[in-house]
């Protein structure tokens, strides 16, 4: 496709539950960033995939969360056992590279854990 | 460790006005990107422009320019002839060449309203 997609667009979930947040890259772009975002606050880093490297879990909050990236393209955040505090959107961005001097964002996709 | 700095966490602009928005930020890399984006209540997040720190001119787009002192640790963003549209939150972000200072690091953002 041409931009970044994320689905679901939204997500009710209840408390405990898992849940799969998918995004697909822009074609060809090999570094793919998750971050996290709460009601009227900035971003907080997830996680950072760069090609077939090892990816840069810094961000995660706890091992409830984890993240993986299926043939360098699609990824797929997991979140178990979800609580009321991980309600937030979670956005996508994908880059060429590296280095690349854009980096474009999905659309997100917001969690409501009730 | 590379850290961003918003310190207007709300401006306001005159319709047709130009306005800066602040960003400074530390890191230890010695080659590393600065980007600006827009974010609209509706949630997207839009890519606005892009400053490389080996980038001699300061980089511009359209309405937007960046007002990079490097010395100063600081990479501004300019919006000349405000439009409504342009009211939105802008946020500030870099990203390092080492290790994991690649992860795009933000600022806490401006929110940004475009008076008629």
Redesign the interface.
């Known amino acids: 496709g041409a931009g970044v997609s994320q689905s679901p667009s939204n997500k009710v979930t209840e408390k405990g539950k898992d849940v799969e947040l998918r995004c697909d890259p822009i074609s060809g772009h090999t ?1 793919l ?1 998750w ?1 996290r975002q709460s009601l009227g ?3 907080e ?1 997830l996680i ?1 995939f ?1 090609g077939n490297s090892a990816p ?1 879990k ?2 995660l909050p706890s091992d409830r969360f984890s993240a993986e990236r299926t043939g360098g393209s699609v990824s797929t955040l997991t979140i178990q056992r979800t609580q009321q505090e991980d309600s937030a ?1 979670y ?1 996508c ?1 994908s880059s060429l590279g ?2 690349s ?5 999905g ?2 996709t917001r969690l409501t854990v009730v | 460790a590379q850290k961003i700095t918003q310190t207007q966490p709300g401006m306001f602009v005159q319709e047709k006005e130009a306005v800066t928005l602040d960003c400074t930020y530390d890191t230890s890399d010695q080659s590393y990107g600065l980007f600006w984006y827009k974010q609209p209540s509706s949630g997207e997040m839009i890519f606005l422009i892009y400053q490389g720190s080996y980038d001699e001119q300061n980089a511009t787009e359209g309405r937007y320019s960046l007002n990079f002192q490097k010395a100063r640790k600081s990479a501004n963003l300019v919006i000349s002839a405000s439009q409504l549209g342009d009211s939105a939150m802008y946020f500030c972000a870099m990203r390092g060449s080492s290790g994991s200072a690649r992860q795009l690091t933000f600022g806490s953002g401006t929110q940004l309203t475009v008076l008629p």
């Open positions: 570094a960033y971050y606050q900035g971003l880093f950072y760069q840069d810094s961000g959107v956005l961005a590296p280095l001097t854009e980096a474009f964002f659309q997100g």
